[in-house]
């Protein structure tokens, strides 16, 4: 069998911080600037899945050089300025140990022809197309036991397998301690899995990543040989469980949540990670809501907001205030729910801080809005509801196509109950264009009942209209 360790024809150096990229983004949040790549990247045609952590990688000097895709982007950005002028290192430097023989039995690539040689990434290898990885910067064990590739098509049910490729008893297997380059898979993995269920939705995403769960754990079973490595296994395990979670939460699996949600909260108690227990509660607290248990959602918002104080995000409190506000919606405590909803709002106008943790860069004003209109709809205010989801929808970034589906639905079902049924029918149309690149049981969820509502309103021709598509929807198991 190949062994899958790479070495390297240079010695080993600690990264140097890459200070003109830092001082490129200024005073923007490291999630705020991802934004921006990813929006310049669509400008020029590429995809790139650009997040707040490969920002702080690139920082940090851990990426001396771009792949080719985001040299595109940076390049776009920046016009007039070079590689070098951004704080990178020539590509032939960072290459320098790429170039190597292939093993004609390499299960990572196909063969080649005797002796040809290959430099940085397989171009064989499949990837998905809304990724791009910088493989040549990472270990042979990341990519070909990690990142099995699989083409991702528009429709999120023919996704192929993303995760990490290793089952639940491979780790234990593989005959040595578990290393850096498995954390950076694993981390990977979190990435891939939401930016697919921000353009996706959970559905067609949620049985495939039981299997990348199952091995982060067997991760953990097999042992590290550095407490750094130990630290990030536990704190990426958790996030993948959140992740998870999440998926099963959204597509409507809400005790299968409660469970991954669990799992994670115990992870990180057992670390010591507070940012991590932060992040559960605040799942929680959304789940709770969901489930119809308001009370439950208040005390896990307010325990998530107790731990997460002393982390210095404000926008990470803000969103925990929001999720205390849904749970006072739920309670119809109005005045709870709007101290909390003020909260929210003064919070987040403090703006980004390095400190904002890396999953929340879903999380801007769009959410703000969207999770406000949530609060009002359950207090049966409609047309504050509806003000507060058609600004979100309008304000969202088109990353995430979910998110965008999501607000105009919920615009929909509060025009709707607002006695607004044209209107209703209008943007409840717009959802289902959108329902052939988005899979979510809440939103299909939604869109039944305001059908349900609409239907007194049936001869009206844009109802009728919107009931007849809703109606030849194909219905989920």
Known sequence: MTSSTVTSSQPHRPPRPNLAFRRLRGRRSPAEFAAEVRRAAREIGEQVSCDARYIGRVEAGEIRCPNYAYERVFLHMFPGRTLTDLGFAPRSAVRGRAARPVPPDSPASPAFPTGETREGP??????????????????????????TGGGATVAAASLGPFGLALDATAAPRLGHRVGSGEAGALEEAVRRIRLLDDRHGADGLYRR????????????DAGTTRQTTTDRLHSG???????????AHDSGRFDDARSHYAEALAT??????????????????????????????????????RIARPLGSPRLMSLLAL??????????????????LARAQALYERGPSDADPEWMSFYGEAELEGLEAQCWSALGDWPRAARHAARAAHLQDPHFTRNIALYTAELADDLARGGHPDEAASAGLRVLELLGEVQSSRIQTMLAGTARVLLPHRRASGVSRFLEKHASLPRTA
């Open 122 to 147: 397989d171009p064989y290898d499949p990837q998905d197309p809304f990724e791009t990885y910088d493989n040549y910067e990472e270990s042979d064990v990341l990519r070909r036991a990690f990142m």
């Open 209 to 220: 990543a039981a299997a990348p769960l199952r091995a982060a754990y067997a991760l953990l």
């Open 237 to 247: 395990a958790g996030e993948l469980a959140i992740s998870v979670g999440w998926l």
């Open 268 to 305: 990180a108690r057992m670390n010591g990670d507070a940012g991590l227990e932060a992040h559960a509660f605040c799942n929680t607290a959304f789940l709770a809501r969901d489930a119809g248990r308001p009370r439950e959602a208040v005390r896990a918002a307010q325990a998530a907001q």
């Open 323 to 340: 999720r205390e506000a849904g749970g006072w919606a739920g309670l119809a405590d109005r005045t709870g729910c709007e101290q909390a």
